[in-house]
């Protein structure tokens, strides 16, 4: 079964965990497709080569790995994630802000959902108050020594940006740009005037050309009609997310908000699996309804063992079931929200299984999507065209007449008592 606790990271020129760095690249073959096709897949300079019928590619050149039995998709992708409060519900008293357990932390969760599949993640950060910029710098020294196996990119998120109090988160918003933060964030729910802190967030982002990803619960439907209306047009983009609340207003007003966001092109991340520290209320966004009046929707996996959620496991396959179980949406939908719409969401180039796109891909063991979302425990993850992580599991079952008799499928390298 998956081990524990990830491996240290590689150094960004040593070989992934299975398959080495090769010249030649990797040969994945007999992959299936969620067509059904069974495939080669030649990867070279960390993107597609070439793919064809399996067993058609020269299997002389590069690393082989055998992919037979797993269904090949595009890599997810984590958009909302908190890498300075990650695995810290099992701790004793506050949490902890010292530069080498939040770097450490983050590396760590950053590793555990390499292993599920995610090779790019936008983390959110506390910037500002007790913390300052200690818990950024770590996080950015985290990304450094990840460099290689996945990206990651971080998220200032000021408290305060309004008032007297306001200076100095607004002072710090800046220095956390200048330094490496990519994305400029926040929660304008907790400030004492919500407006006038999106307002400021906006003037920082245009100042650097930064994407904007703001917490709320989208529980007051004028909020988020202003938002709509001061992020329209906004590029590269604006986020939000969890907006659970969203999910409990009159359909009308639900609807109507829905329709603004679409107008404005913001995207919503909901949190299927659980909430986090930055927004207020259970529940997940209305996705069926956002989806159908035009909204981007992506799902992220929010909080990874903290406060917020002690269970949560940051595994985006689970968030792309749930929306499938609790949500209504096919399957292949589903996943779209944890890869296309993910990598959307942090600015990355489409990924489809076809020569010439990105060799960001995900091998997990089944015949097709939906089986893979119920039981996807086995799974292999390239990153820049290099295995990066493999999680293999093997279950096993005493010997039964009964399946035998009816010719069950049946895993596993030995026989129990």
């Not at 200076?167 to 994305?183: E, I, P, Q």
């Not at 406060?307 to 399957?331: K, M, Q, T």
């Amino acid at each position: 079964m998956p081990p524990g606790k990830p491996q240290p990271p590689h150094s960004p020129s040593s070989p992934g965990p299975s398959e080495p760095s090769a010249p030649d690249g990797l040969l994945l073959c007999g992959a299936r497709l969620t067509d059904g096709r069974a495939v080669d897949v030649r990867l070279s300079g960390g993107r597609i080569e070439a793919v064809g019928t399996a067993g058609s590619l020269d299997t002389a050149r590069g690393t082989r790995v055998d992919l037979a039995g797993y269904l090949l998709l595009p890599a997810p992708a984590e958009p909302h994630a908190h890498a300075d409060t990650a695995l810290t519900a099992d701790g004793r008293g506050p949490v902890s802000y010292d530069a080498e357990d939040v770097q450490r932390r983050a590396t760590e969760a950053a590793l555990l959902q390499l292993g599920h599949g995610a090779t790019a993640l936008r983390a959110h950060v506390r910037v500002g108050d007790v913390q300052g910029l200690d818990a950024l710098t770590a996080v950015l020294r985290a990304r450094r020594a990840l460099r290689g196996l996945a990206e990651l990119t971080a998220v200032a998120v000021p408290r305060v940006l309004t008032g007297a109090a306001g200076a100095d988160g607004l002072a710090v918003l800046r220095d956390s740009v200048k330094m490496g933060a990519g994305v400029v964030g926040g929660c304008p729910d907790v400030d004492p005037d919500p407006t006038g802190y999106v307002e400021a967030v906006l003037e920082v982002a245009s100042e650097h050309g930064c994407p904007v990803d703001l917490h709320t619960d989208g529980t007051d439907p004028a909020r988020l009609a202003r938002i709509a209306a001061m992020a329209g047009g906004l590029r590269p983009g604006v986020t939000l997310g969890p907006c659970g609340g969203m999910a409990r207003l009159p359909a009308e007003a639900a609807a109507r908000a829905a329709d603004q966001l679409a107008a404005a092109g913001v995207t919503v991340v909901c949190l299927p699996q659980g909430g986090c520290a930055g927004a207020e209320g259970p529940g997940t966004a209305p996705v069926r309804l956002l989806r159908a009046a035009g909204v981007r929707v992506a799902a992220g996996s929010g909080a990874l063992r903290d406060v917020s959620n002690p269970v949560g496991r940051g595994d985006p396959l689970e968030a792309a079931y749930l929306l499938a179980s609790r949500h209504g949406l096919r399957p292949q939908d589903a996943y779209d929200t944890v890869s296309a719409a993910a990598r959307s969401v942090l600015g990355l180039p489409e990924v489809r299984v076809e020569a010439g796109f990105p060799a960001e891909l995900l091998a997990v063991r089944g015949d097709g999507l939906a089986g893979a979302l119920s039981l996807a425990y086995s799974r292999i993850v390239v990153h820049q065209g290099r295995v990066v992580a493999r999680t293999s599991a093997v279950r096993e079952f005493c010997d039964s007449a009964a399946a035998v008799e009816l010719g069950l499928p049946r895993q596993g390298r030995g026989e129990l008592s």
